[in-house]
């Protein structure tokens, strides 16, 4: 055994946030909670036995602005790696990333490359992120689902840079009315784009592409292709709380993974912790 009860439990994706006030201002209003703070999700955590979680500061609420973050991880030392989403129309985008490295537990950056915000990959500023995010040793965390053409684009251009798929590839709904009918449609593309070795794939949020209620016993079908394809040292588990709310709470995004009989116990331990600290050169501690 390699020692694999000793790995941290690390989520590879949640958002925390303050309730929406003038104060500090949502840009939009997802049907979320009205309010996830630090506090609440440490608390969350708590309860299930998650050491640690990749904090992806919200952009529906906050866009570019990452301070919520920051004042989170000064809380809560220790907790959460931060991820910044960054504006490739920003032509002061390399100073951004730049200082962002100097934020305590800063761990990566983040941008958004989705066809309904029309995000173009041969944007002068997307290349400009990406090779700040070399030269900073941050990975890049790329949301591209329904446009994974654009990630692979990418993903082949910029052969140094580390990547992270956000969300397996794959559109995931918001609610259980809004599931796809075939939800796993791209999964061939996804299994696909293992082959190119700059990049890890986050298996965040799979719960919400379930057909089933929980402990949502269809995933694993699918899930084990993905882990075939991509390893389990680059397969890093996550929740997606609070995104995903309406369809699991964060208990129910925990438990199947821990309670399934398809993953050996080092698996378990790569696949839950163990992956997302070889990605983010991030462990967390308590």
């Known amino acids: 055994m390699s020692g694999a009860s000793t790995i941290a439990t690390i989520d590879s994706q949640v958002h925390a946030y303050a309730a929406n006030t003038p104060q500090r201002p949502w840009h939009t209003v997802p049907n979320w909670p009205p309010h996830v703070t630090g506090d609440e999700m440490v608390a969350a955590m708590d309860k299930v036995g998650v050491d640690g979680a990749i904090f992806i500061s919200a952009f529906s609420m906050y866009q570019y602005d990452a301070s919520y973050a920051v004042q989170v991880q000064r809380a809560h030392p220790g907790r959460f790696g931060l991820v910044k989403p960054v504006d490739p129309d920003n032509p002061a985008v390399a100073e951004v990333i730049a200082e962002w490295k100097k934020q305590p537990e ?153 309670l399934t009989d398809r993953l050996s116990k080092d698996e378990r331990a790569m696949l839950m912790g163990g992956a997302c600290a070889k990605a983010y050169r991030w462990s967390p501690k308590r």
């Open 106 to 258: 800063a761990v990566g950056i983040r941008i958004m490359m989705t066809k309904e915000r029309k995000n173009d990959p041969n944007h002068p500023g997307v290349d400009r992120i990406l090779r700040e995010a070399v030269r900073h040793d941050l990975p890049v965390n790329i949301l591209c689902w329904g446009y994974l053409e654009a990630g692979e684009s990418l993903f082949k251009r910029h052969p140094d840079t580390r990547f992270i798929l956000d969300h397996l590839g794959i559109m995931q709904p918001r609610t259980r009315e809004t599931l796809a009918p075939e939800p796993w449609a791209d999964l061939p593309k996804v299994l696909d784009l293992a082959r190119h070795k700059n990049v890890v794939i986050k298996v965040s949020g799979a719960c919400t592409l379930s057909q089933k209620p929980y402990p949502f016993p269809d995933i694993w079908d699918p899930l084990q292709r993905v882990f075939d394809a991509w390893g389990f040292e680059r397969c890093l588990w996550g929740t997606d709380w609070t995104r995903a709310f309406a369809v699991v709470n964060y208990q129910q995004a925990v438990e199947p993974f821990r």
